[in-house]
């Protein structure tokens, strides 16, 4: 199993420009997270699903941030516009139910 | 919201010392887990403790869990400098479809050759 895979692996882009950060999961896993990690505020879980279905989006910052799952195998995190404060390092994880959870390499997104 | 929270913040010691991490929380959990990362890197999973356990080993990992103080501590032992990294302890108290991972701040821990 090739684990999460996460694309891209590094991604630079202007303020205001729309950013689309994708994830495939682990096959047979029916949950997915989007986290987003900064040096100021760790680990911070945005967004997460169960069989494709998001459950909480409580972490999502703003409406600028949108998230879909329109299968069990592939998973994006939009974000449009895209300003300095979005920099930061996004992982996508998978996992079995209730059990641990698999990360992917994350997507580290500079916004200048 | 960060439930668990590690400490300390960081710790330094030398290759071959013990190393102790602690993670404190405050709801009921369903189980605890500690995962490592290393920098630039995703975190990879070391050790799942179900809320019915009190200790856990694997390898030169043991993990306690304390329910009653709510709180959970990691030991590394004979550690080496492949060890250096950042530890965090996550926390599960879904119900039903309700699961999410709660995730402290973090442990950075630095093995000195």
């Known amino acids: 199993d090739a684990g999460v895979i996460q694309s891209p692996r590094h991604e630079v882009t202007e303020m205001g420009q729309e950013v689309t950060l994708r994830c495939k999961p682990i096959s047979g896993h029916d949950y997915l997270f989007w986290y987003r990690q900064t040096m100021m505020r760790g680990l911070e879980l945005l967004i997460y699903f169960n069989n494709n279905v998001p459950i909480d989006d409580s972490g999502m910052p703003e409406d600028r941030f949108s998230a879909k799952m329109p299968n069990a195998s592939f998973s994006t995190l939009k974000i449009q516009p895209s300003e300095p404060r979005d920099s930061a390092v996004y992982f996508c994880?998978?996992?079995?139910?209730?059990?641990?959870?698999?990360f992917g390499q994350g997507t580290r997104l500079t916004v200048v | 919201s960060q439930q668990g929270e590690e400490d300390p913040q960081a710790l330094s010691i030398q290759e071959g010392e013990n190393a102790t991490m602690n993670c404190s929380y405050k709801?009921?959990?369903?189980?605890l887990q500690w995962y490592r990362q290393n920098s630039g890197r995703g975190l990879v999973h070391l050790i799942l403790?179900?809320?019915n356990e009190r200790e856990k080993h694997s390898g030169r990992l043991r993990v306690t869990l304390d329910t009653s103080k709510k709180s959970s501590s990691l030991l590394i032992t004979a550690s080496r400098a492949a060890d250096t990294a950042s530890y965090f302890c996550a926390t599960d108290a879904g119900m039903d479809s309700n699961y999410q991972l709660i995730w402290g701040a973090g442990t950075k821990l630095i093995i000195k050759p």
């Open positions: 709801t009921s959990i369903n189980n």
């Open positions: 994880a998978s996992s079995e139910g209730p059990r641990r959870a698999f």
């Open positions: 403790i179900r809320s």
